[in-house]
């Protein structure tokens, strides 16, 4: 049993650069969707996951995890979109991006009970929205939630960062689902579903990076 760095892609003064322009890229994006700058928003959004994506590059983050993050830029592109079957288009993009999230997440153990929660509020999601969405989103947005949910629950394999990011990315959609069921909504909503579609990223990003280093520490 030998042992290795902790880390073989530290932080460097690339990466810390890179961290911070997607920092600023999200207060931008954050700060105009609350002063209703629309603008600002559609400059903002398309350069969040590519710097993010980039940051975890210089990071040695696996190439699944760079996939995943670049699937998410693809639906954050195509949902600025007004065009037809652009919804449906992101929404298979984000989808893409769960897919590897599950791959790269693999078989590590996850606490049953948690899957018991996750699964309950699955249902109760779908139940209850299915009346109000429109009749030919419906089996789409059921399967993309069981998809969606899936990645939640087995995020929380890696750890308290990771599986964050996998429960705030489920409530970021699921506000987005509640938008297209025209529920009643919160002020400012696109500020929240954006607020917690980046805190979810970046916390998978870290998330996986922080489990990717722990296991390095020790090579038979």
Avoid at 112 to 119: I, S
Avoid at 121 to 149: H, K, M, N, Q
Avoid at 196 to 206: E, H, M, P, S, V
């Amino acid at each position: 049993m030998t042992t290795v760095p902790t880390a073989t892609r530290a932080a460097t003064p690339t990466s810390q650069a890179l961290l911070a322009a997607f920092g600023l890229a999200a207060v931008v994006d954050l700060g105009s969707l609350l002063a209703g700058a629309e603008l600002g928003h559609q400059l903002a959004k398309p350069l969040l996951m590519p710097l993010l994506a980039a940051y975890a590059v210089t990071r040695g983050a696996p190439k699944l995890l760079i996939a995943a993050l670049l699937f998410g830029w693809g639906g954050d592109v195509f949902l600025l979109s007004d065009a037809d079957g652009a919804f449906l288009v992101g929404m298979g993009s984000f989808a893409a991006g769960h897919v590897c999230y599950l791959v790269l997440f693999g078989r590590r153990r996850t606490s049953p009970l948690l899957g018991a929660g996750y699964a309950v509020a699955l249902l109760a999601t779908i139940v209850l929205l299915w009346p109000d969405l429109p009749a030919e989103l419906r089996i789409p947005v059921a399967g993309y939630s069981l998809l969606l949910t899936a990645m939640a629950y087995r995020a929380s394999a890696l750890g308290l960062l990771a599986g964050l990011g996998g429960a705030l990315f489920l409530l970021s959609d699921t506000l987005i689902a509640t938008g297209v069921a025209e529920w009643p909504q919160l002020p400012a909503p696109d500020f929240w579903v954006m607020l917690t579609y980046i805190a979810a990223q970046y916390l998978l990003t870290a998330g996986v990076l922080s489990a990717m280093y722990g296991e390095r520490r020790t090579t038979v």
